[in-house]
């Protein structure tokens, strides 16, 4: 991260969600029911497809209120590397003011999945098109967009 280079375009939307995921308990498995099919469904909490400017990233808010599984799934459609990052509200602060910070997770590259626990508590999703992790837009006198298609769902861990 370099703090002397400003982002020349901040967009930022915010969606909130808070997901109430209350499990189904049964006796025995608690992610399968003999074939009556999951009673710890996966529920979708974000479904996207976004364009993102060089030097620029979106975000979402999220909410749960006990340990949740989640899941991503990313896929460039277009442009170039992008980083995916789960952060902390106080994280996310440090994050847009371009100093170091700790992500809960994170992914970069052209596409990718991953699954992870977290507590409760509130999180930021953050799509990255800066030099604020490791993959940075390529250095070139083009505006390098991305086209990015995002997926994320959540189940009671």
Excluded: H, K
Aim: aromatic share 8%; hydrophobic share 30%.
């Amino acid at each position: 991260m370099n703090s002397q280079l400003s982002r020349r375009t901040v967009l930022c939307s915010t969606v909130a969600a808070t997901v109430g995921l209350a499990g189904c308990s049964s006796d025995g498995d608690s992610s399968t029911s003999g074939g009556s099919g999951e009673t710890n469904p996966w529920e979708e909490i974000l479904n996207t497809r976004e364009t993102i400017q060089e030097d620029a990233y979106n975000s979402w808010s999220w909410s749960t209120e006990e340990r949740t599984e989640l899941r991503w799934e990313f896929t460039v459609r277009d442009g170039p590397e992008v980083e995916l990052f789960v952060l902390e509200p106080g994280e996310f602060d440090e994050y847009e003011a371009e100093n170091r910070f700790y992500t809960v997770e994170s992914a970069s590259g052209t596409s990718g999945s991953s699954t992870f626990t977290v507590e409760s508590g509130s999180y930021r999703f953050v799509l990255d098109n800066t030099d604020s992790g490791n993959v940075q837009p390529p250095t070139n006198l083009v505006d390098d967009a991305v086209e990015v298609e995002l997926s994320i769902e959540a189940r009671s861990a």
